[in-house]
Nanobody
Framework: EVQLVESGGGMVQPGGSLRLSCAAS????????MSWVRQAPGKGPEWVSG????????YYTDSVKGRFTISRDNAKNTLYLQMNSLKPEDTALYYC?????????????WGQGTQVTVSS
């Protein structure tokens, strides 16, 4: 079955950086657009970023533009999210998801999530 396993989360001070990874299996990774979604406590899921099949086109929500970079390594079946200049508002559970529209995609195509906490 489709498996997406996030890693790399943790606690960091404001202004710090983290690099999230998502290991994919159970499907042909190189045939799908991929996305990142986050959910803060008490809030609904928020789409964060997307990337096309080959990695040549990337998309970001306004609040992370210039700070986050999505990328992928199709040879390693892995999706990444480099997060720089982190803010407390970035605190959330971060999920990777298969496809370009994860908020309208069944949760079976999301990972389990990795926690990111930005605090001083």
């Amino acid at each position: 079955e489709v498996q997406l396993v996030e890693s790399g989360g943790g606690m960091v001070q404001p202004g710090g950086s983290l690099r999230l990874s998502c290991a994919a299996s159970g499907f042909t990774f190189s045939s799908y657009d991929m996305s990142w979604v986050r959910q803060a406590p008490g809030k609904g899921p928020e789409w964060v970023s997307g990337i096309n099949i080959g990695g040549g086109s990337t998309y970001y929500t306004d609040s992370v533009k210039g700070r986050f970079t999505i990328s992928r390594d199709n040879a390693k079946n892995t999706l990444y999210l480099q997060m720089n200049s982190l803010k407390p508002e970035d605190t959330a559970l971060y999920y990777c998801a298969r496809g370009p529209d994860p908020l309208h995609t069944p949760r079976k195509y999301w990972g389990q999530g990795t926690q990111v906490t930005v605090s001083s």
